[in-house]
């Protein structure tokens, strides 16, 4: 019965009561019917066999005398008395047909007369016989032991059945009327206990769309009340807990907003820093090392002997490496060249340095003029790219870096793709634990400009790094504000 489960709980009752009435009723019919049949059948062979007994005593002294019209007045009233009698046959001792109760011998139902006329009649028979007027009880009873003849009553099934059939369709009737108020009743019941459930149900759905103020009415005390009851208090529960993750998830928005600010502040102050030393680098010690050569330079012109002439000049080369080193490592802490002509000249030099310290064949597939870029994006990009082509040297086997830089109305896309051994969830995991930050240093430095970064494993098994930043800085400057 899978089509019950489409019905509502009211639906189901009614068609469960109805399924039962007609069950019941099936039940009863056929035990009525049963009851009923083997009642009239018994009935029927009792009063055929009384009405041959009383025919065949009271016709005896008329067959021995001949007179066959006592014997014909006899069977003929007799008849009339009972509607259910089909026919009365009166046989002589040589089982002659001697008297009947129709006017044309025709008149009988076919097989009537073929069905006894090879037996001897010596004690009361009944027997059923199918006729094309259908079942007839056909009783025969001796006359005087069989020496005088016999009688044969036929009782017809059809008045009985037609009894029957008015009292199954009574029954019906009654079964009929008690079903529609079994019906009526169930309705009411099972109205007054699916209202509240419909309730509890419009409740639940009004809650489920947001509707916290919402209550099931708590009209009884049975256990549709007590489910009320349990429900409000369950959205009382719902409705704290809902203002204890609000709170949680406020101060959670809080704590991610100082964070952002700790970051981006920790950032500028790096950055800060690292501008700050380049400078020194540059200005200081630069020029520190130059008055040191150049003392070295005068002093070796001034030399007495070869020798110490060319230990003054070796010194001085080495002085003048230090200062290269010096400079490189100023450039390399904040190049002039990212300040000064933008993002992408910053990317090709530092891609030119990259590939004579490292022996790493560097691919650039950047816009071949600058575009103008908020300086803290450009800051964020260029150190991502630092990070990226680091990390190749320290954990990959690579040979090839490219780098592409799209740059579109509101957006600018980095990626930076190697061809080494590639990278997997288990390094991820084995450098948080190592408190290795580069990789989560290029993400947090690309989602604190309201950006996205990804690190996935690229068509020839390398490593692809992909940035998308947005070219609005709103977010961006509104962090920086606020620090």
Known sequence: MKWMNNLKINQKILSAIMLSTLFLA??????????????????LAKRGTSIAKNIAETSSDYILFDDQYAVDSLINETKKVDEEIR???VFNSRGMLYAHTFSNPEMLPKGILQARSSQVVAQPQHIILSSDEGNIHDVAVPIEEGEVGYVRVGMSEEK???????????LLMATLFVSMGAIGIAYLATRMITKPINTLVDVALGISAGNLSLRAEETSSDEIGELARTFNEMTNHLINSNKEVDYLLKELQHKDLLRDKLISKLLSVQEDERKRISRELHDETSQ????????????ANEAKDSEQRELLYTSRDIAAGILRQIRDLAVELRPPILDKM???????????????????????????????????????????????????????NATEIRIGLEISKQWIDLTVTDNGQGIHEASFEKAKQQNRIGIHGMKERAELQGG???????????????????????RSDKVGAET
């Open 26 to 43: 099936s039940i009863f019919g056929w035990i009525i019917w049963d009851s009923l049949t083997n009642m009239m059948m018994e009935d």
């Open 160 to 170: 009985s059945l037609e009894y029957i059939y008015s009292r199954i369709a009574k």
């Open 288 to 299: 520190a090392l130059t008055s040191l050569m150049v003392t070295m330079r005068i002093m």
């Open 87 to 89: 026919y009365i046959l």
């Open 342 to 396: 933008g993002l992408v000249s910053a990317i090709k030099k530092y891609a030119r340095n990259f590939e004579e310290n490292h022996q790493i064949q560097v691919l650039l597939f950047v816009p071949q003029e600058d575009v103008a870029i908020a300086e803290h994006i450009t800051l964020a990009l260029y150190r991502i790219v630092q990070e990226s082509m680091n990390n190749v040297v320290k954990h990959t």
């Open 452 to 474: 996205t970064f990804l690190i996935r494993a690229n068509e020839k098994k390398g490593t692809e790094i992909y940035v998308s930043m947005p070219l609005n800085p709103e």
